[in-house]
């Protein structure tokens, strides 16, 4: 058995496809592309597949990732063609990699830190925004309500918020650059933080995760080529 890590971009033409149906879209492909997936034992087998944090809906994304396992070794570049050639548009595959088989498997758990750039028009100066962010990461507590599926509940969002800079735009907009915690431990949503700071839908053009990548401080031994690899997402 094979084991591949795959990064793909979610564009501008996708970027309202819930991660639910992302993830059926790119079994469907896998599928389609006829590669030789390793199925799971049982009454339903299914494709032995893993994915990375959910995108927010109507964020792009430019480091998604996905592991994927085969029956038996292939080229990552035929991989990435094959698997590719069927994606709708909106989804591109970047690139694919082999994890060498005396590795431990990779389910993509490690990661937890995601990074984003938020693009907004309309807001006041950069340098009334700046002092907002100043006094935000002052701030002990960030408490944000949230709902949902769920009965709505209050979620202190500081701990999860890791670094947040402005920078001024051509043209008068802005961006936002977020480093935020993210993962089933629990984290912050860029939408949160942009509330926080006065952004609403009004303002907020443009939700785009530039990468995604495992901490220094929860990664395991061993896996710093993966790392390198997550952090390779902005490029």
Known sequence: MAQF????????????????????????????????LALTLGHNPRAK??????????????????TLHLKEAMDP????????????SGLEMV???HVPTYRKKETLGDIDVA?????????VGIDELRSRIEQLLHETELVVARGGERPERNVDIRPHLLNLE????????????????TGSHGGARPHEVAALLGLDEEHVIRYHRARLYASAKTQAPGRAGLRRRWRQARS
């Not at 309202?16 to 030789?36: C, F, M, N, Q, Y």
């Not at 570049?77 to 709708?88: F, H, Q, S, W």
């Not at 990074?115 to 807001?123: C, H, L, N």
Request: hydrophobic share 40%; glycine share 12%.
């Open 5 to 36: 890590v795959c990064r793909y971009r979610k564009g501008e033409q996708a970027r309202w496809i819930s991660h639910l149906d992302v993830k059926r879209t790119l079994e469907r492909a896998l599928r389609r592309a006829g590669l030789p």
């Open 49 to 66: 597949l893993s994915f990375g944090p959910p995108l927010p809906l109507g964020a792009t994304g430019e480091g998604e990732l996905l």
């Open 77 to 88: 570049g035929d991989i990435k063609d094959r698997l590719g050639a069927k994606l709708p």
């Open 95 to 97: 690139e694919v990699w």
């Open 115 to 123: 990074e984003y750039e938020v693009r907004a028009r309309g807001v």
């Open 166 to 181: 402005a920078r001024e735009l051509a043209g008068g907009d802005v961006a936002l650059d977020m480093r935020l915690r």
